[in-house]
């Protein structure tokens, strides 16, 4: 009787049909595994130039330290150079221990201080160091510590000082503040608005009864995006450098929801603000303890300069945040008259697609902060040549 198993060709072997099957697979798994291949070839090119970054058990993440890479900025069309010292911040080694003649000066902050939009010498620190190095007095030199880290959050900006920042012996201390953002990153209700947020974390605090309460027992909490690509392929760098759609612009119907990194306050509640004035408060006591003064410098939104949607929000929030500063004499410098001659005058100081400071932004930064060094040169105790006594107030 004849058999019911697989039909024959007249070799004796398996029919065409069913060994044709299996050559299909087979390429379309050798095409699949090429494709992998090429994918991780190209990660791991990606991420042996563009991968800046580490994870940290107490502030959430940190640059690398010792690196060399780049900076691809995808809104500005700009490739940057990038050096990380053996501290893991920018520009060249510092030793902790102040050589002597030297006024250090230490700058926290955000993207707006880390500057990687512009080439290095053009950020706004760098600048800052050139200029008042042609000022000095005899026998004196300053260096600037730039130790900006892009993403970050007022909250990481404290653990950063208290973690390493006090140990380069600053004799001043500087905290740029960037209301459009700070809120929202100091909200653990808020949508992330850097990816490295959902891999590494980064600590949170929250009002309890009037107090400031570190959440997660004060460790670096992650928190997760809304989008599916952003939580399946969040680890890749190709992703998020050439593939990931950049968030909307500011938007005339949510204005206040929709703050230039998309975040979106109807659904986790609005950032709190008395969170993020406390933790400005927290920061200066944590300076002032090591007696060295502090100030903040105010990284001015670009819609103040640039008229945009929600020019009036953001004119609301400086305004309150400088009546604060006042209110609890904090020292501070405001760049945005400045910034607005500049955009008058022809030469915008940001990016037309991007919220960050171009070479004329951070070159206004830096004659803000120098002017302000200049007339409180003798209180601040700046080395200045022909540095004037402060003008008494009354």
Not at 325 to 340: F, K
Request: charged share 25%.
């Amino acid at each position: 009787m004849a058999g019911h198993g697989a039909p024959l060709d007249p070799a004796g072997g398996p029919s065409p049909k069913r060994g044709g099957a299996k050559v299909v697979a087979a390429r379309i798994g050798l095409i699949l595994a090429s494709l992998a291949l090429g994918a991780g070839i190209v990660e791991l090119g990606v991420r042996a130039a563009l991968d800046l970054y580490r994870c940290d058990p107490r502030v959430g993440w940190t640059f690398q330290r010792d690196r060399n890479g780049f900076k691809l900025n995808r809104l500005t069309k700009t490739l940057h150079r990038v050096r990380l010292n053996h501290h893991g911040f920018l520009g060249e080694d510092r030793e902790l221990e102040k050589p002597p003649g030297v006024y250090r000066m230490l700058i926290l902050g955000d993207s707006f201080t880390a500057g990687l939009h512009v080439a290095e010498p053009d950020a706004f620190p760098a600048r800052l160091e050139a200029s008042l190095n042609a000022k000095r007095a005899d026998g004196a030199r300053f260096e600037i510590i730039n130790a900006g880290v892009p993403g970050y959050s007022t909250a990481q900006e404290l653990a950063l000082f208290r973690e390493i920042g006090w140990k380069h012996q600053p004799d001043l201390v500087v905290l740029t503040v960037y209301l459009g953002n700070d809120l929202a990153n100091n909200s653990v209700r808020s949508h992330p608005c850097h990816y490295l947020v959902s891999v590494c974390g980064r600590p949170f605090y929250d009002m309890r009864e009037g107090h400031l309460v570190a959440l997660g027992e004060g460790k670096p909490m992650r928190v997760q995006s809304d989008h599916w690509a952003d939580r399946l392929l969040g680890f890749s760098l190709v992703y998020r450098n050439l593939v990931r759609r950049m968030p909307a612009a500011v938007s005339d119907e949510a204005p206040e929801g929709n703050v230039l990194y998309g975040i979106a306050s109807g659904s986790r509640g609005f950032p709190s603000w008395v969170t993020t004035m406390e933790l400005l408060i927290e920061i200066r006591d944590a300076v002032e303890v090591y007696r060295v003064p502090f100030l903040i410098l105010i990284a001015t939104t670009k819609p103040e300069i640039v008229p945009g949607p929600s020019a009036d929000l953001y004119h609301a929030l400086r305004v309150r945040l400088e009546q604060f500063l006042e209110r609890h004499e904090i020292r501070y410098i405001d760049p945005l008259d400045r910034l607005a001659e500049s955009q008058k005058a022809g030469r915008s100081p940001y990016y037309e697609k991007d919220h960050h400071w171009n070479e004329a932004g951070h070159e206004v930064a830096a004659a803000s902060l120098e002017a302000y060094f200049v007339d409180h040169c003798e209180e601040l105790g700046l080395p200045l040549e022909d540095c004037a006594p402060t003008p008494d107030p009354r």
